[in-house]
């Protein structure tokens, strides 16, 4: 077993309260919140400037701060009872009768006084097939949930009842995200509801006190307390931590991604099964991590696959809630937190749990530093296409017992048709395991894209727990049905184990004179191709390029560049592609890295090499001529070997060179020509290099 760093007394007693369930924060039990001095209205929070703020530049119509809860009731219920409980917690509770203005140039809520009646729908679905019930209450609730709000007009909290059958009912609640977090929903919300119900349908008086404190009054205090000079030596570890952090993750995306930020969004339920979770824990409880922090690593480790990146950030949210006042508090009190993970030095997993419970806790102990100003102060490079810092997020909140049988709850389980991140995985710990929705943008990823990122998560995580001794980079990820199709995948009819340029010559035999390439209105046949390729290798071999060398090309979208790249794989080099529209500066740094043998250009670009000492060979017009006559020696290929060299776009840091074999891209092609098989005078637009 590693060794545990040595905990300071304060993050000692950090991680006794985390682990025993109370959660992140410090009780400032001796600071006491007063009432407001005006009843009139009041500041923003910290928390709710960012989402007033990112509400205002959001896309018309897109409810990007929409949240949702449903509540689960699995016996008879009394429906006027739910109603007279709603209404009894919007007047107990400032927040949820609370509307936003602007006045005096600044953002400001306006508590309003409580309704006599709360209005709620109500929708009787027994009479429909009972298998069509449960889609079209989600088809209900998502419309419900898609609808935005009017900040200034309110109310900011909408809910449907849906009656499934006698004993089956959900309610739907929808929330502007000014007057709701998650901490809200599970640990005052929901007690308190199921509470006042059940002394209604009694006929007895609210068991509860009356709130201690309201939000508005939180928000004029947090503002007077906290300003820049209490925050200093917060905001000295806050800059310690993220200088020079990425700004961004370079992972594989589906489409490209778009200049300004969409919001769009769509969710994919996500689930870790009962005795993984288990594992987990027993491996926390070794390494004095939570549940939670397990989960970081595990996910921190696949991104780190994913992207071949040694340092990353993950966002997360704390409940906001240090002091006792608060505990009973409604309202959005959430901080999020940008969790930056090193992993260099290709860690074990269970150092990585090592550095993730380190990071974990010094953020913890410097999370009263808003969002807001980390942003302001730290100012991260703008870039209106990502959020700063970080782009996924990830979240878990334990498990909850209800104080009745009968209710249950699952939150953000409804389509509002947005999302805040690239992706955020948001997940309860249930008595079945750890479930919940995953969000992400679809604008940028497709819903098969997560559901492997999800399977590659648990995948990933179950070798960590069977081994946390094996290195992070060692560690599968294959879901057994990824594995199955791997070593069982695809067979190509055709003899032995071809290479890419064999598939080629192979159709160049059954159809000579067939078109295999347009270029400027010319077409050029199989044969032409062929025979020019040949030409080509014959003259590379001549230069003394060897097989399994690496060959560059720069050069502009021509017949040249096929030729050239049919070429190299004859001879049994590796293609090192190379984008002319790329700067020098990066173009001379991958030649570099690379090495090759030779360099295949234009006469115009040439001179971005200038300072290169290698060989150049120009592609330009009237090349051909000078290839001698004839084919290069036949070269036996392994399927296994190097076919490209293609490196990463280098946003995050230095460019990494990624190798692609025979065998992967014949296995792609061949994946490609079953499920999508092409007819006569049909034409394909790859999306890979």
């Known amino acids: ?21 109370s959660g992140p924060g410090r009780a400032e039990a001796q600071i006491q919140i007063p009432p407001r001095p005006s ?41 006027s009872a739910v109603r007279r409980s709603l209404t009894e917690i919007v007047r107990r509770h400032e927040i949820w009768r609370t509307t936003f203005d602007v006045i005096d140039l600044q953002p400001v809520q306006i508590v309003h006084p409580p309704a006599t009646d709360f209005e709620m729908p109500i929708v009787d679905l027994r009479k429909v097939i009972e298998s069509s019930r449960q ?35 959900r309610l739907f609640m929808t929330f502007h995200q000014l007057i709701f977090d998650g901490v809200t929903a599970y640990q005052v919300f929901l007690p308190e509801f199921i509470s006042i119900y059940e002394a209604f349908v009694q006929n007895r008086p609210v068991p509860l006190p009356e709130p201690g404190v309201q939000y508005a009054d939180y928000a004029v205090w947090q503002k007077s307390r906290l300003n820049t000079e209490s925050l200093s030596s917060q905001l000295d570890y806050w800059r310690r931590t993220l200088a020079g952090t990425p700004q961004s993750l370079d992972w594989p995306q589906d489409r490209p991604r778009p200049p300004v930020q969409t919001h769009r969004g769509e969710i994919l339920n996500a689930a870790l099964p009962n005795d993984l979770v288990s594992h987990l824990k027993t491996l926390g409880q070794a390494e004095r991590t939570s549940l939670f922090m397990t989960l970081v690593a595990g996910l921190g480790a696949l991104l780190h696959r994913y992207t071949g990146q040694d340092d990353l950030i993950l966002g997360t949210p704390t409940a906001g809630r240090s002091m006792p006042q608060l505990e009973h508090a409604l309202g959005y009190f959430l901080n999020f937190l940008p969790l930056r993970i090193d992993l260099s030095g290709n860690p074990t997993f269970r150092e990585t749990l090592g550095r993730v419970r380190n990071t974990v806790f010094d953020a913890l102990s410097c999370d009263d530093v808003p969002f807001t100003t980390l942003v302001e102060k730290l100012r991260p490079a703008a870039d209106p296409s990502r959020n700063p810092f970080f782009q996924v997020a990830i979240s878990l909140e334990p498990a909850i017992t209800f104080a ?20 955020y995985i948001d997940v309860d710990e249930t008595p079945n395991g750890i479930a ?25 995580l179950g070798a960590a727990v069977a081994d946390p001794d094996r290195k992070i980079s060692e560690l599968p990820i294959l879901t057994p049905g990824e594995r199955h199709q791997v070593v069982t995948g695809p067979v190509l009819a055709s003899a032995g184990q071809p290479s890419i340029h064999d598939l080629f010559s192979e159709q160049c035999s059954r159809k000579p004179n067939a ?32 097989p399994q060398a690496r ?66 060979v120009l592609l330009d017009e009237g090349w051909e001529s000078n290839l001698p006559a004839g084919s290069a020696a036949a070269t036996s290929i392994d399927p296994d070997q190097a076919a490209y060299l293609i490196y990463t776009s280098g946003s995050t840091g230095v460019p990494r060179g990624v190798l692609g074999t025979h065998r992967a891209a014949i296995n792609r092609f061949a994946w490609m020509w079953e499920r999508f098989p092409f007819q006569p005078g049909e034409v394909c637009c790859h999306k890979t290099n």
């Open 1 to 21: 077993m590693s060794d545990v760093p040595q905990l300071t007394d304060a993050k000692r007693k950090l991680l006794e309260k985390y682990l025993g369930g």
């Open 39 to 79: 009843k009139s209205f009041a500041p923003l929070s910290f928390p709710q400037e960012q989402v007033w703020l990112h509400s205002q530049l959001a896309p018309a119509g897109l409810p990007v701060y929409n949240e949702t809860l449903t509540i689960h009731r699995h016996g008879p219920l009394n429906v």
């Open 135 to 169: 889609k079209d209450a989600m088809r209900l609730a998502s419309d419900e949930a898609r609808r935005p709000f009017d900040l200034k007009a309110g109310p900011l909290l909408r809910a449907i009842l849906v009656q499934h059958s006698d004993n089956e009912y």
């Open 404 to 423: 009745a049988s009968g209710w249950s709850a699952t939150q953000s389980d409804v389509p509002t048709g947005a999302s805040k991140l690239d992706l």
């Open 436 to 460: 919940g929705p995953v969000a992400y943008n679809p604008d940028i990823f497709d819903a098969g894209t997560i559901a492997r990122l999800v399977g590659h998560w648990r995948t990933l």
């Open 515 to 546: 078109v295999a390439l347009t270029h400027n209105g010319i077409n050029f046949t199989f044969s032409q191709v062929e025979d020019r390729s040949d030409g080509l290798a014959g003259y590379l071999t001549a230069l003394g390029v060897l």
């Open 551 to 616: 060959v560059a090309v720069c050069a502009e979208r021509s017949l040249a560049t096929i030729v050239a790249l049919l070429a190299i794989l004859k001879i049994g080099a590796t293609y090192v592609p190379l984008d002319p529209n790329h700067p020098a500066e990066r173009l001379n740094f991958l030649l570099q890295d690379a090495q090759p043998a030779v360099l295949l250009t234009q006469r115009k670009l040439a001179r971005k090499f200038s300072d290169q000492p290698l060989k150049q």
